[in-house]
């Protein structure tokens, strides 16, 4: 079940992107400075979602000893299994929101980079509004991942 601190803090990370995607679509001259520096944290995330994923498909077992008896453990496993599934194909489908992330912003460093470039195009100013929004968002949005891990932990720990 969804938290209200998760829907809370998804519209906080939905309107700060809001925000950085609007001011990067006025001034995108002034957003090219810091792509580079977006870039990186997302390339970081990139390597956080696969570790991430990785530990969600590591095997799992409830022992006997926590569950009893009557083949508790082994629903108490299936019913972690499916969590962890859940957890997985979610934090997937993030992975590949930092992959586009990353991809706008690389985009937008090669086609801002060189002199004379003209900021004031169309395809200049939704490039940096695209990268802005979906970085933001991103960046914002995964600082929950330290909550999730703490989860997974210590549910595993509770249970084995």
Request: proline share 2%; hydrophobic share 55%.
């Amino acid at each position: 079940m969804i938290s209200r601190g998760a829907v809370i803090w998804f519209f906080i990370s939905l309107g700060a992107a809001t925000c950085a995607g609007f001011s990067a679509w006025t001034n995108p001259e002034k957003f090219s400075g810091v792509v580079s520096l977006l870039a990186t944290i997302i390339s970081i995330f990139v390597g956080v979602s696969l570790a991430v994923i990785a530990v969600l498909n590591s095997p799992f077992a409830v022992s006997e000893r926590v569950a009893g008896a009557d083949g508790e453990a082994s629903r108490m496993t299936n019913v972690v299994r499916q969590d962890e599934d859940t957890l997985a194909s979610g934090q997937l489908i993030f992975f590949w929101i930092y992959f586009g992330a990353l991809g706008l912003a690389l985009a937008f460093a090669w086609m801002s980079s060189g002199k004379g470039v003209i900021f004031n195009t169309y395809l200049m100013k939704g490039l940096a509004s695209a990268t802005a929004f979906v970085g933001v968002f991103a960046f914002l949005w995964s600082t929950r991942l330290p909550l999730m891990l703490k989860q997974i932990s210590s549910q595993r720990r509770r249970l084995s």
